[in-house]
């Protein structure tokens, strides 16, 4: 009933800019936080950024000053912009919504999207 659309990523070289987008689509009254995490080969799906509805972000430290997140909340959007690209934020890059389905839902639910890889090499 929801779905989340990665897009955005691909090749960069070290020092590039990229930038992330996520759509979420669906049966969809509000949503609080969106997040963008990663997962690079043989290690743990980690926290990159997170957004609220408010707006209040945070970064993992290893991106701090070099990434920035956003959200469009009347298109249900989250945004990653990243730059000063380094070879080790190579990874897959997923994006999850906590959403809030309908005016009477108890609790929201997480979504993740399918993910999109990012690749910094020269």
């Known amino acids: 009933q929801v779905q989340l659309v990665e897009s955005g990523g691909g090749l960069v070289q070290p020092g590039g800019s990229l930038g992330l987008s996520c759509a979420a689509s669906g049966k969809i009254f509000s949503i609080n936080a969106m997040a963008w995490y990663r997962q690079a080969p043989g290690l743990q799906r980690e926290l990159v950024a997170r957004?609220?509805?408010?707006?209040?972000?945070n970064y993992a430290d290893s991106v701090k000053g070099r990434f920035a997140v956003s959200r469009d909340n009347a298109k249900n959007t989250v945004y990653l912009q990243m730059s000063s690209l380094r070879p080790e934020d190579t990874a897959v890059y997923y994006c999850?919504?906590?959403?809030?389905?309908?005016?009477?839902?108890?609790?929201?639910?997480?979504?993740w999207g399918q993910g999109t890889q990012v690749t910094v090499s020269s």
């Open positions: 999850n919504a906590d959403i809030i389905a309908t005016s009477t839902s108890a609790y929201a639910l997480r979504y």
């Open positions: 957004i609220i509805s408010s707006g209040s972000t």
